[in-house]
């Protein structure tokens, strides 16, 4: 059973350009989250999608958007990279139908994304 | 913001030893979970506790909640070098967002 996935490992970009980072969930989860982390930081939550529909949001600006598609995979897109955006973005999936784990959040490795 | 903060930041231990973390947070919470991170690489889940919990074992692991005092601990028993990382409380409240604290950086010397 696979689980969270996500893609690409590691990225380089420069200020302005734009990123798409990409996640599978573990196999039977319908929901997907989406956090960034600083170094040193904690992760902070950006958005959430269910039924391909944002869900919830945190305090990030309109930059960063999502999507999901129906198989509930799910892309994080990032435009006007700035400097700061430099972080690892991890994808976390659950599930609100089966409510497998009592609301477990299992994450993926992470996209280690740096902006020059 | 983030709204659990670990204490201590760091924490460094004998191989053998136990290790206890703290985590404290700000408003009611449905459950809290604990997760663990190698060398800034994903989040592994290791605990969830609900609010109605006081106390949770897991192996080696034991999560204790106070909702009145709202805190959280998390002790390690007999620790060994590859307990080595980052270890995060995190509270959430059904299957909304998980709001992270800042961490707990252990190492477990050999």
């Known amino acids: 059973d696979a689980g969270v996935t996500q893609s690409p490992t590691h990225l380089i970009k420069t200020r302005g350009q734009q990123v798409t980072l990409r996640c599978s969930p573990k196999?039977?989860?319908?929901?997907v989250s989406w956090y960034q982390q600083a170094l040193g930081q904690g992760p902070q939550f950006i958005f959430q999608y269910y039924e391909e529909e944002e869900r919830q949001r945190g305090n990030f600006p309109d930059r960063f958007s999502g999507h999901q598609f129906p198989n509930y995979s799910s892309e994080l897109n990032v435009n006007a990279l700035l400097l700061g955006d430099s972080a690892l973005y991890l994808c976390a999936s659950s599930s609100i139908v089966k409510r497998e784990g009592v609301d477990t959040q299992y994450f993926g490795p992470g996209t280690r994304l740096t902006v020059l | 913001s983030q709204q659990g903060e670990e204490d201590p930041q760091a924490l460094s231990i004998q191989e053998g030893e136990n290790a206890t973390m703290n985590c404290s947070y700000k408003t009611s919470i449905n459950n809290l979970q604990w997760y663990r991170q190698n060398s800034g690489r994903g989040l592994v889940h290791l605990i969830l506790i609900r609010s109605n919990e006081r106390e949770k074992h897991s192996g080696r692991l034991r999560v204790t909640l106070d909702t009145s005092k709202k805190s959280s601990s998390l002790l390690i028993t007999a620790s060994r070098a590859a307990d080595t990382a980052s270890y995060f409380c995190?509270?959430?409240?059904?299957?909304?967002?998980?709001?992270f604290g800042k961490g707990t950086k252990l190492t477990v010397n050999p």
């Open positions: 196999s039977g989860h319908d929901t």
């Open positions: 995190a509270t959430g409240y059904g299957s909304e967002k998980l709001v």
